[in-house]
């Protein structure tokens, strides 16, 4: 007979089902109704055109991509709870990613954005997501709000990037001539501003090459951030058990 050598991980992995986030759902959906009503207001132009309701659209991608990169984060870190902190938090990320297709994918249409020009806003936005992800769930590895406070702040300026606090500290002229520290430089929501004022309806060479280097940092990110989190859900799961077997023992 083969004996299980290591329960918790098993334990932990084969965890009961967890219920879809019909909170996240409902936040969410009152977030893109806050953000359509404030950028488009209450009603459109007369005379409809992708002159017209391209900036309204760009300003509603925007503040739905900070409900995804802040908001949500801030809700997260909020949270005390450790028990299966990493899986909620994959769902979460799952769950925004698929209303954040569908609303720039039906949004192309009132634009002259071409389908690679969304499909670069739309990897933008996921690739930001992604590095949240990691952050949230090394996050969960601790207790203190210290650690989720710094947390927070890693989540924030991955989402603003460098250049605004660097500027407010009085750091004016950075030159960084690296493709890929300058995307970890800029951010999430400076890339996708960047990319919907490009004047180019296709997306240039460099911005694909921007997007790979921003994509391996935040993959990186979530991959690191993941594995700490797991080790520390593993842990305390695992002395339980040994202190439990103690006990049966004597």
């Known amino acids: 007979m083969v004996q299980d050598h290591n329960p918790s991980i098993f334990r932990w992995i084969m965890s009961e089902a967890i219920e879809p986030p019909r909170g996240l759902v409902i936040a969410a959906g009152g977030w893109i109704i806050f953000s359509a009503i404030t950028s488009f207001g209450f009603q459109l132009p007369l005379h409809p055109s992708p002159s017209s309701l391209t900036p309204s659209i760009r300003m509603l991608l925007l503040t739905c991509a900070v409900g995804m990169m802040i908001a949500w984060p801030l809700v997260r870190l909020s949270q005390t709870s450790r028990d299966r902190m990493i899986i909620r938090t994959i769902i979460d990320a799952l769950t925004l990613a698929f209303l954040w297709q569908l609303i720039i994918w039906p949004l192309r249409l009132g634009t002259p954005w071409p389908i690679e020009r969304t499909l670069l806003l739309d990897l933008l936005g996921i690739t930001s997501l992604t590095g949240s ?68 309806s296709m997306p240039e060479l460099i911005e694909w090459e921007s997007l790979v280097a921003y994509g391996i940092f935040n993959g990186a990110l979530c991959f690191v951030g993941l594995a700490i989190g797991a080790v520390a859900a593993i842990q305390p799961s695992a002395q339980a058990n040994q202190v439990a077997s103690g006990r049966r023992a004597g």
């Not at 660097?166 to 002229?173: E, I, P, R």
């Open 133 to 200: 992800v990691g952050i949230i769930a090394a996050a969960s590895a601790f207790q203190n709000s210290l650690a989720r406070g710094f947390a927070m702040i890693c989540c924030i300026l991955l989402t603003v990037g460098l250049q605004l606090p660097l500027a407010v500290a009085g750091f004016t002229h950075v030159g960084i001539s690296s493709l890929f520290l300058a995307n970890i430089f800029q951010g999430g929501i400076p890339n996708l501003l960047a990319s919907m004022n490009s004047p180019a």
